[in-house]
């Protein structure tokens, strides 16, 4: 059985009225099971993407398969595979917690008794039980976001699209709502898209991550990877007890690979991919040289200086 939930070949979509090709030739795989970030600054295409994902939006040319299969945007099986959780919350005001979802798994047509389990199984994971009789109107803006998502997982979708839910959540919601969407994505393999202009989020969560610009898919990979190859590496600063000639700098650079060695005054300054593995190698040779080390900093790099490397841009908000 494929491991690819979603096949993206060579999709495009124009607009007609200015011209504008807002995808372009985008070819993708997305996998079973894995949590994908989506990054890209304002107009880099990402949300006619997702648009055309859950079927809101036509393409010009190419196609897409879920699961191996071409659905009609209109069809129902593409509405019950595909959850989407939009930027703006979507709810009834009027109605409580526990009616909006009631309301969303009635159109989905999910039996009394099932629905009523899923629902009481929402509430409970995304602790949302003791607010279930609060019209939506009077949540906080984090339990809003909790009702948006539990809106979009109510119907049990194989596939969830996320478009900014982290925005405005406090970091103890959104710890634990990484935890929460890891363990959906790894049951029954299914599948999560991200779309965030929080870099932060899309590194801790993302198996694999997306950039995106001017419609073209830039790169895909493990964040790490990504930062492997694309970053400009991370920085390890020293400080050390007394002062050192180049002797010393000599002799870290020909005992550790691939590194850039800078110094001022008492501190030295090392740029390098993955820091953490040869920091044993660059303090035993300082020790040797009879230097103590005072103080030590790693500024680890970032998905950010992998994304201004590809797009020249900064995420814009």
């Known amino acids: 059985m494929s491991k690819t939930a979603i096949q993206i070949q060579n999709l495009s979509k124009v607009y007609t009225t200015n011209n504008t090709k807002a995808v372009d030739s985008l070819d993708l795989d997305i996998y079973k099971g894995e949590i994908f970030g989506l990054l890209g600054p304002n107009g880099a295409g990402k949300t006619t993407l997702i648009r055309m994902l859950v079927g809101l939006l036509k393409s010009s040319s190419g196609q897409i398969l879920f699961n191996g299969e071409e659905l009609n945007v209109n069809s129902s099986k593409l509405k019950n595979l595909i959850g989407y959780v939009p930027q703006v919350a979507a709810f009834w005001d009027n109605l409580t917690v526990y009616e909006n979802l009631n309301v969303i798994g009635t159109i989905y047509k999910i039996p009394s008794k099932e629905l009523k389990e899923r629902i009481n199984h929402l509430l409970e994971g995304l602790y949302l039980t003791d607010h279930k009789k609060k019209l939506a109107s009077k949540l906080s803006g984090g339990m809003q976001r909790r009702l948006n998502l539990a809106m979009g997982m109510v119907h049990n979708p194989q596939i969830l699209l996320l478009d900014e839910v982290f925005v405005g959540l406090d970091p103890q919601t959104r710890n634990y709502l990484y935890d929460y969407l890891r363990d959906f994505a790894s049951t029954k393999d299914r599948t999560i898209i991200i779309t965030s202009h929080l870099m932060e989020i899309v590194d801790a969560l993302s198996d694999r991550v997306g950039i995106l610009d001017l419609g073209k898919m830039l790169a895909t990979d493990t964040p ?18 007394k002062e050192f000639d180049e002797t010393l700098i000599s002799k870290i650079d020909k005992s550790v690979t691939d590194i850039t060695v800078e110094t001022k005054d008492q501190t030295i300054s090392i740029k390098t991919l993955n820091a953490i593995s040869k920091m044993p190698e660059i303090l035993n040779v300082i020790e040797e040289e009879g230097f103590t080390i005072q103080d030590v900093k790693l500024t680890k790099q970032s998905l950010e200086t ?12």
């Open 306 to 317: 992998v994304f201004i490397s590809l797009t020249g841009k900064e995420l814009r908000v």
């Open 224 to 241: 790490e990877n990504l930062k492997n190859t694309h970053g400009k590496g991370d920085i390890l600063q020293l400080e050390i007890d």
